[in-house]
């Protein structure tokens, strides 16, 4: 397995080869991709980022204020590929066949419901005491500004579109 939301920079062409090459392997391929509110998701990158000193993802370096880096962040190539969730799941489901698929919202994914489902999908025994592990958490709280907020809800909200008629859930879970 592997982990990360770089993949959905890839090309068609290059995530398909991907693909092929596991399956001449007679290696199971499968893709998980798993949705955050935008906004929260973007907030999250950019508290990680000013946490550990890393400037290589849009923010300008030596920045070490959590609005300007928002501000400085959203709209960079590097976020706008890791969320326009619509486009992502569009590539997927150009590449993998349908049951090689499991899409779910991070908002749910600690409920055993969801534990059960995605351990189902990959063949393992659930383990609900995950629920309680978070990777990567950030080591500072995030800053709420709703103005800037509503900017980057804006900025996508072709993705909350998607993601509210494709995922119902996510019209209470997300802003």
């Not at 499968?30 to 935008?38: E, F, S, V």
């Not at 499991?102 to 025994?125: A, P, R, T």
């Not at 900017?151 to 509210?164: A, L, M, P, T």
């Amino acid at each position: 397995g592997d982990i990360t939301p770089s993949y959905s920079g890839l090309q068609k062409s290059r995530l398909s080869s991907i693909y092929s090459e596991f399956n001449e392997r007679e290696i199971d391929c499968k893709a998980i991709l798993l949705l955050r509110d935008p906004v929260d998701r973007i907030k999250s990158a950019v508290r990680y980022n000013l946490d550990r000193g890393n400037y290589d993802e849009g923010i300008k370096i030596g920045e070490t204020d959590f609005l300007e880096s928002l501000e400085q962040y959203y709209k960079t190539e590097h976020c706008t590929i890791r969320t326009r969730y619509n486009e992502t799941i569009e590539l997927v489901r150009g590449v993998f066949d349908e049951e090689d698929i499991y899409i779910g919202i991070y908002e749910e994914m600690f409920d055993s419901e969801k534990i059960d489902s995605v351990s189902n999908f990959v063949g393992i025994e659930p383990k609900y005491d995950f629920a309680n592990v978070r990777v990567n958490k950030t080591k500072s709280a995030t800053i709420v500004n709703h103005e800037i907020e509503e900017k980057i809800k804006d900025f996508y909200s072709g993705v909350y579109e998607y993601c509210n008629e494709e995922f119902p859930s996510t019209r209470n879970l997300w802003r």
